[in-house]
């Protein structure tokens, strides 16, 4: 292959990937729900929805600039049994779905849905873990 057909294809490649990831945050933004990226080696979350602020009052960049916010933010009433189910996923790779508060900044309790599956490279490696959290306080007040 020619230097000059070697470069094209490469700009091709680049010029696609930048069109699927347009196309993939255009459609993630119009989710009402929070989507996010955890890191399957270190668990930090490295990529979050800005739906994050309308939901539960937090910026991304806070959101993603503490490492345990996620867990800090759950219910006290909650977070043994939410962080035992979050690790045994964890340990067993199987998709992972709870229902949780967790406090919003301004100190709302927000009913969350969430769920997140293992996304798994070409060769079948674990990459990262993908999840969604969608807000069901209304359905939960509405229950009681």
């Known amino acids: 292959m020619q230097g000059q057909d070697v470069e094209s294809l490469v700009q091709n490649v680049l010029s696609r990937a930048d069109e699927a990831e347009a196309l993939y945050r255009s459609l993630v933004e119009l989710v009402p ?7 399957f080696d270190t668990r930090r979350t490295f990529s979050i ?6 939901i539960l009052g937090f910026t991304p960049e806070e959101w993603l600039g503490d490492a345990s916010r996620w867990e800090s933010a759950i219910h006290p009433d909650d977070k043994e049994r939410v962080v035992a189910s979050c690790a045994l996923a964890n340990e067993t790779l199987q998709p992972w779905r ?8 301004d100190g709302r309790v927000v009913w969350i ?16 873990w ?5 807000d069901i306080t209304a359905q939960r007040q509405a229950a009681d």
């Open 49 to 54: 929805s800005p739906q994050l602020e309308s």
């Open 98 to 105: 709870e229902e949780y508060r967790v406090m919003a900044k």
């Open 33 to 39: 729900a929070i989507t996010y990226a955890e890191a």
């Open 130 to 134: 993908q999840g969604v959290m969608v």
């Open 113 to 128: 849905h969430d769920q997140a599956v293992l996304v798994r490279g070409s060769e079948g490696k674990p990459l990262c």
